[in-house]
């Protein structure tokens, strides 16, 4: 089946660790995001990547980083800079063709920091 | 700057009746509107889209309504069932632009009831 997979689904880190979220795609699309959501909010926009060894700082980028090596994964890291860690973590995929350019969402990684 | 709001942070409906929820935007560049589904501790999932190019589309039981003059859209469900029960995210974006990104409202939580 195609779709997007994040993993884990539940992720408790220290405060003070760097954590790396996962984020893979067997759609074939260009396009990738990462979004965060935080309770009574709509979703922001951390990072994303509209190809391969590219991607560009979203709305919210301070204390996160990204790599886009394979057109498959997009993963995202959390570090100890990131001030509020604490959220429902959202990747998205989007296609380039009509009909194909709408961002599609995987399930999400609820990160908590303790 | 909230660009796409959500005005009512929820709506509750009885099973048969018709549910109205609204957005509104202000960044007059958009042309692309979205509305998403969401349960809680899941991805959210696409529902419907409407081109600033209509007035209306219509999928189902579910019918956005756009006025651009107004920088309004709305979405119906008719006949709402309980199983609509969910926040629904309203999403808008300049399709004319690089990376399509997409700009959140904060959701509106419907509550159908039996």
């Keep these: 089946d195609g779709g997007i997979t994040q993993s884990p689904k539940y992720l408790f880190r220290k405060e003070g660790q760097n954590v790396t979220l996962s984020c893979e795609q067997n759609l074939n699309h260009d396009a990738m995001y990462w979004y965060r959501q935080d309770p009574g909010q709509g979703l922001r926009l951390i990072y994303y990547s509209q190809i391969v060894n590219d991607f560009q700082k979203g709305d919210i980028a301070e204390g996160y980083s990204v790599s886009r090596e394979k057109k498959e994964s997009f993963p995202l890291t959390v570090t100890s800079a990131q001030k509020n860690p604490t959220a429902f973590y959202l990747c998205a995929s989007r296609g380039q063709y009509p009909g194909t350019d709408t961002q599609y969402f995987g399930p999400g990684t609820r990160l908590t920091v303790l | ?114």
């Design chain 2, 1 to 114: 700057d909230q660009q796409v709001k959500q005005n009512s942070p929820s709506l509750s409906v009885q099973e048969g009746r018709i549910s109205i929820l609204n957005c509104d935007y202000t960044n007059s560049m958009f042309d692309y509107f979205l509305w998403y589904k969401k349960y809680p501790a899941e991805g959210p999932t696409f529902l419907i889209s409407i081109s600033s190019i209509k007035d209306k589309n219509e999928d189902g039981r579910f019918t956005v309504f756009l006025n651009k003059s107004a920088k309004h859209l709305s979405l119906h469900i008719v006949p709402s069932q309980p199983g609509d029960s969910a926040v629904y995210f309203c999403a808008s974006t300049n399709s004319g632009g690089s990376n399509y990104k997409l700009t959140f409202g904060k959701g509106t939580l419907l509550t159908v009831n039996p």
